[in-house]
């Protein structure tokens, strides 16, 4: 079955700036997660949705948005690009639901967005 | 807020030596554990997991994990390493039995296995 799949692969922005990305998580997961990764910071939490509403938030600016689509595909968003978002931005499915939170979850390949 | 450290950045071994990467989380409750591994260019996969049960896991490619509860602790072992587990290793946490799913990663140990 289908991994989950992440577009674009690659991209270049420049200062200032708005980028979306895009997620299509595993079929019939309804959880899905977006994590930025850098050198220096690691792999931080953005933020998870299921069915259609964030239910956590990690610690990132409000530049930083995303939103759910009925069929589970997520797109995340960053307004007016800084240098300091250049990282591996990476989208994770999993399995859980309302309560039951006892499994893993898929990671896409991700997006590296590159701000110049 | 729960927070994961991982104690080693960079381990070099060589072939068929013994592998112990440690993992330590601060979080007083019920915790699932993981750990993923990054191969370059590649994405992150898990290794193994850990929910509940017999504290010892087993997972792919040869690796294990003990999960030591008083101590908070979830090291990744493989008694003999190969050229191919050159990679980056991450420990991640989540809360069990939460309302919502996310993963707290330790800053990973990248592994170096010459041959």
């Known amino acids: 079955k289908a991994g989950v799949t992440q577009t674009p692969r690659y991209l270049i922005k420049t200062r200032g700036q708005q980028v979306t990305l895009s997620c299509s998580p595993i079929?019939?997961?309804?959880?899905v997660s977006w994590y930025q990764q850098t050198p220096g910071q690691g792999l931080q939490f953005l933020f998870e949705y299921f069915s259609e509403t964030q239910r956590n938030k990690g610690n990132f600016p409000g530049r930083f948005s995303g939103r759910q689509f009925s069929n589970s595909r997520s797109e995340m968003n960053v307004s007016t690009l800084e240098l300091g978002d250049s990282a591996l931005y990476l989208c994770?499915?999993?399995?859980?639901?309302?309560?039951?939170?006892?499994?893993?979850?898929?990671f896409g390949q991700g997006t590296r967005l590159t701000v110049v | 807020a729960q927070s994961v450290s991982q104690h080693n950045h960079h381990v070099i071994l060589s072939e068929a030596a013994s592998l112990e990467l440690g993992c330590n989380y601060s979080?007083?409750?019920?915790?699932?554990l993981f750990w993923y591994v990054q191969y370059p260019g590649q994405h992150l996969q898990l290794l193994l997991k850990?929910?509940?049960?017999?504290?010892l896991v087993k997972g792919i490619k040869g690796f294990e994990a003990e999960f030591i509860k008083s101590k908070f602790s979830f090291n990744l072992r493989k008694p003999s390493v190969q050229w191919s587990d050159t990679a980056e290793y991450f420990c991640?946490?989540?809360?069990?039995?939460?309302?919502?799913?996310?993963?707290?990663f330790g800053k990973g140990t990248l592994l170096t296995v010459n041959p």
């Open positions: 850990y929910f509940s049960g017999d504290p």
């Open positions: 979080y007083g409750g019920t915790v699932n």
């Open positions: 994770a499915s999993s399995l859980v639901t309302g309560t039951f939170m006892n499994t893993e979850a898929f």
């Open positions: 079929s019939g997961h309804r959880s």
């Open positions: 991640a946490v989540n809360r069990g039995g939460g309302s919502n799913y996310k993963l707290t």
